[in-house]
């Protein structure tokens, strides 16, 4: 590590782990529990201790942070009033209040876009602690990162689908951005194959719905980390954290 | 494609200078900052100072076209009157400074001779005559030089005054002559 570049330590969470690189599970929640400032700040502060300096990249696993593509209507004043419906939408799709939702987006007035949507709570427990220790945070969506390894630089236009130990992900590019995105719990954590097998399946009934021409290729995902049974989303998620060099695993 | 980054860190936005992570960051935003204020300062004091001295310069050119010099010189002239005392030294050295000189040294280089030396020239401007005090090698060749002054053109007259052959008095054996020479007007 360079003495004049800041060390990243990346960190993976989920609904009830929270992993780091290197080490155990910092802490398994029990649920209902939720994570908070103070539970947080109970798993990070030991761990913090022993390292104390560099940044955190803290990616958020899909069942934390949520997706979608988001149609602009019509009559729009402003992008605050898009702001609102995005976290009207985020409300209506996930549950709680749409001041519950942060939402980022690659922002179009007149075409579909992709959302992704953190809770409000998570959001801010996670800056008190970067505060709290004095330590520099990214917070990012471990889906969104993944989309980006896999599109990033890519031209052609098409789709690309992988899974991750909870959740189905199919997005659809036009060669300039996000058009569909599709994310969809699968609940088949202990079996790798069936939850690609019903992978498929949700690809071809969503393009279905879509009309997607059957000539549309698929891109392969080339870099997305493995996963094996009874793996953690946040596991996953970590992976993606640290520098290239794992195997790939396109659907 | 590009695919853009979220992150939700960052929500905030930008509140210093694009300064949102890291105590670096904003330390060096503020440093920034500061040395803008300071370089405001500076600038804003020099523009302050500089139109400061405008100010005193343009009242010192206001000053100096309410009194214009011709003003002042009337003033002084029309302040002093002479009165007769001061009139008579005033012409006194008025004359003094017109001394004809070269008049004078021209008479005197005419009557010149190896054997007589000037000792001194001490012009009373005022009785238009000049004492002149001479030593010569001898009475003779004094008294001659005081003939050859007296006959040039520019001089009336000459008066002598005093001989002065005792070699004892002043250690000396040569003897001195001295003659007012009176200017033809």
Redesign the interface.
Known sequence: MSRWRREVHALGIDATHLVAVGAAPLLVLEPPQTWTTEVLGQALRPWWQQRGRGSWRVLVAPDLCKHWTQHPPAGLRSLDELRQLTQLQAARLFGAQPADWQVQADWQLDQPFACVAMPTALVSAWLECAHELKVSLQLESALWVALRLALDGRRAAGWTCWSTPGTNVMARTDGRRVTALRCLRHGLGSDPDAARQRLLADLKQWRLVLSAPAAEPAIPAGQLPHWSAHESEAHWALQLGRPPAVGAASA | ?????????R?HGHWLLGAT???RRRTLALLALLAAGVVLASVTWQVIELRRQLQVRQQAVRQVAVAPVPAQAARLHAAVPLNEAERMRVNRVIRQLNTPWPLLLGVLEQAASPQVALLSIEPNIERGMVRVHAEGSSLDALLLHAEQVQRSPQVAHTLLLKIDHETSARGSAAPRLSYDMVLAR
């Open positions: 494609m590009t695919v853009p980054v979220f992150d939700f860190a929500r992570g890291g105590r």
